[in-house]
């Protein structure tokens, strides 16, 4: 009698549990349904709230992650808000002022085709992204933004033009995510 009792409570002990999650999930099929794996190209870093999915892009020894509807070709990324444009050189690129005391002053190289436009204002700030130091920065200027990142030691610069602040700090959001691959 004493086997049988503790037969009985081992079925019942094994039995209770699996008929609790058959019926746990009853009329809700996401209670056993496994996660959805994420994608191969899901972003690792953080990104900013309210702005969709976004996916990693890779280039020579960087990561970066752009919102996932925007056209990511060779080095150059595109959506319809603007444009985002990375580059290597021996040396790190830098966006340059002209001008001076006499007025405003114009881009003279960005790389992202907006030389001699006349800007009417710059706003820049040094911040460590994925480990480096970098300057992040904007310049408004005759209807649209310049945006870029530059590297005091990486070899690399991205420039962007924006239309519009929302997509201006989309831009610097997606320079925020830079990672540098070691």
């Known amino acids: 009698m004493f086997r049988s009792l503790i037969s009985s409570v081992l079925v019942l002990a094994i039995a209770v549990p699996a008929a609790s999650a058959q019926t746990a999930g009853a009329g809700d099929s996401s209670a056993n349904a496994p996660a959805a794996a994420p994608a191969a190209d899901a972003c690792p870093v953080t990104v900013p709230a309210n702005t ?3 996916k990693r892009v890779e280039g020579t020894g960087i990561t970066f992650c752009v919102p996932r509807d925007w056209r990511v070709a060779n080095t150059r990324a595109t959506y319809p808000g603007g444009t ?7 040396r790190r690129g830098e966006a340059f002022v002209i001008g001076g005391s006499r007025g405003p002053g ?20 040094d911040e460590v992204i994925g480990g480096e130091m970098g300057n992040i920065w904007f310049e408004e200027g005759n209807g649209r933004v310049a945006t870029g990142v530059t590297f005091t030691e990486a070899r690399v610069s991205f420039t962007g033009e924006a239309s519009g602040k929302q997509n201006v700090d989309l831009q610097l959001a997606v320079y925020r995510t830079i990672r540098f691959v070691r």
């Open 52 to 54: 969709g999915e976004w």
């Open 84 to 90: 985002v444009r990375w580059q290597y050189s021996l």
């Open 106 to 125: 114009t881009i003279a190289n960005t790389g992202s085709g907006s030389a001699g436009t006349a800007i009417a204002r710059r706003v820049s700030n």
